[in-house]
């Protein structure tokens, strides 16, 4: 009885911690709760296939294998999204979408897919799509605590003509309504995800372009070291939420 | 006959005379015609029919306007009567067919 109520009140705190970030599944409306969580329905699972087939597929012309011929069949790529972006050997901060083009130019001998083509995304999105469920958990030690402290400021960073930072929407007034929509923590573990106003799968560095556009911020390149810093700070505070991609979004 | 990029969501046997549920995802752009100033124009290219046949006979149909999201999702039920070949066809304007089909086993 008393190691049923110690229990309970564990359970408890462990919830009042979830609690202080929401999932992003939590913002979605019921309707398109159930349309994230059905894969018959899911446009981003049409992606997630098409991704599946690039990665049995050999690139042309180089003679090199296929994703699989090393990394052997995709199921094995479960768990590889929760611990992305991570630092690399030679000390580059690089997110799934880069991790798969510096395989593709660098083992495959193939050339670059391009970030936000049609190929990356599917390709990431049907990695991406094997870690669903599971609790993202990004390294911050060693050469990425630097990383996270870039990501920290940017987020809090005033910018643009708005003159506002990350934090003061996605912190101060998350569940409160803008443009019609209910303003979220600003997590990126949906990404990539299908957004009905893009019509399509789309990255998370397109997502925060779009942010940045918002506040008429200067909207950094896809890829660049402010994105990649922030998107790993934004994993490191969903640290322990699931891992919802390829997510339906607004 | 072109392949289309689509996700067919179907039970693969049922008992006869069971009523199955057929999901249908296709991957397609829905562009409505654009004709305004200072916009070149496009004619329209959507998905304007959709048909599905059973055992060669047709089952379901549905004409679909431009007012329909890209990447239409299409949902049916038929009766399991025999076993056959469940086959589906998106017809786009410009009068491009993509077809594809799935086996239902009746038991």
Known sequence: ?250 | MTDITARVTMPTSARKGEIIEIKVLARHTMDRAVDAPGLKPSPRRIIHSFRASYAGEEIFRMALSSGIASNPFISFTTVATETGVIAFEWLEDGGAVYSRAATLVVT
């Not at chain 1, 970030?115 to 799509?129: D, F, H, N, P």
């Not at chain 1, 990126?188 to 893009?198: C, I, Q, S």
């Open chain 1, 1 to 250: 009885m008393r190691a049923g109520a110690a229990l309970l009140a564990c359970c408890w705190a462990v919830t009042a911690l979830a609690g202080d970030v929401r999932a992003p599944r939590a913002f979605l409306s019921p309707e398109l709760r159930t349309l994230q969580d059905d894969p018959a329905r899911h446009p981003g699972w049409l992606w997630v296939e098409q991704g599946e087939a690039l990665w049995r597929a050999a690139p042309p012309d180089s003679g090199k294998q296929a994703c699989a011929g090393c990394h052997g069949d995709i199921t094995g790529m479960s768990g590889v999204a929760a611990r992305y972006p991570a630092v690399a050997a030679d000390g580059a901060l690089l997110n799934l979408e880069l991790r798969i083009e510096r395989c593709r130019t660098e083992q495959q001998g193939a050339s670059a897919y391009g970030y936000e083509s049609e190929a990356l995304l599917s390709l990431t999105a049907a990695i991406a799509a094997r870690s669903r469920g599971q609790p993202v958990n990004v390294r911050v030690d060693g050469p990425a605590a630097a990383k996270l402290a870039d990501g920290r400021l940017l987020y809090s960073l005033r910018q643009g003509q708005l003159n506002l930072s990350c934090q003061q929407c996605h912190e101060e007034n998350v569940g409160k309504r803008l443009r019609g929509d209910v303003i979220s923590h600003g997590l990126g573990t949906g990404y990539p995800a299908y957004r009905l106003e893009w019509n399509g799968v789309g990255s998370l560095h397109r997502r925060l372009r779009a942010c940045s556009l918002g506040v008429r911020a200067v909207q950094a390149p896809f890829g660049s070291p402010d994105y990649l810093a922030l998107e790993l700070f934004l994993a490191d505070k969903a640290r322990g939420l699931a891992v919802e991609a390829p997510g339906i979004r607004r």
